[in-house]
Each structure stands twice: as C-alpha cells, then as structure tokens.
C-alpha cells in the first residue's frame, strides 16, 4: 500500500462539567433513566460467537442492591479455554492488518466514545460503581478517549 498518513495530534479529551440546564446534562439524565428501567443480558462473545452458559451473575447497583441492571453469563473452564483460542486465532489477522487501520479503529471509538456513546459509557459506570457524573465523565469516557488516541499517538 503507498501512502503518507496524517495522524491527528493526541490530545486529552476535554472534561464536561454537567452543569443544570446544560445538552450534556440532559442526555445523561436520559440514558440514566434508560438505564435504570432495563435489565441488560450479557452473554460471552467468544469468536464472534454468542455463547450462555447457564451460569449466570446479577450485577446490581452498589448503592441499590435490589436493582439488577444486568445478568451475566459466566465462563467456566471450558468458555477460558476457548476465548484463548479464538483470541490466538485472531491474532494472526490482526497482525497482518496494516497499522493504520489498525490505528483507525482505534481513533473511531474515541470519536464514538466522546460523540454519541459518552451518556451511555458514563451512566453505566454510575450505575454500576456508584459513580457522580464528574467521576464517571474523567474515569470512564475522558480516561478511555484517551488511551484509545494516545495509544495510536505512540504506536
């Protein structure tokens, strides 16, 4: 393949702060509220696979214990075994994949993380770890923005 890639410069994502009234705010409270009247099922992706295996966790909220927000299938033994496979599988094409597509994937879910993903990412980590919107906002969606564009940045 020939060609010269421009790489943006990495830079970390910018915090917001939530305030009342402001867009950020309101989508958040949106996909809180979401959030809050669903129960998410989570199987095992194994090679691109759906796998349940029966054994199945709650995962509730730590500040409600009575709210499930999620079951999740457990791995055992035989689901570990298999994902190293699919994993070691996998290895090999994504290896061969040249690195700046490699780095595209990467910089394209930053760009959905802190676009239209950042009110799910950030309700989902206050609900599940009894996070306040600042905290969710630099642990979750700030923090991973920026692994995803500072690993590209120094690949």
């Known amino acids: ?15 917001q702060d939530y305030s009342p009234g402001t867009p950020a705010r309101v989508a958040l409270k949106a996909e809180l509220e979401r959030q809050s009247n669903i129960t ?19 995962v509730v909220m730590p500040h409600n214990h009575g709210h499930v927000l999620a079951r999740v299938q457990q791995a055992g033994e035989k689901e570990l ?3 190293v496979e699919a994993a070691m599988e996998a290895k090999a094409s994504w290896a061969a994949m040249p690195l700046e597509h490699r780095q595209a994937i990467y910089l394209k879910a930053a760009e959905l993380l802190s676009g239209p993903w950042r009110s799910v990412i ?29 690993d590209v940045a120094c690949a």
């Open 1 to 15: 393949m020939n060609g010269y890639f421009v790489l943006p410069h990495a830079k970390n994502e910018p915090i």
């Open 40 to 58: 998410v099922n989570i199987p095992l992706i194994i090679g691109g696979k759906r796998i349940e295996t029966g054994h199945v966790n709650n």
């Open 81 to 83: 075994k298999m994902a």
């Open 122 to 150: 950030n309700a989902a980590t206050m609900l599940g770890q009894s996070k306040t919107a600042y905290q969710a906002e630099i642990d979750s969606a700030c923090e991973l923005c920026d692994f995803f564009r500072f």
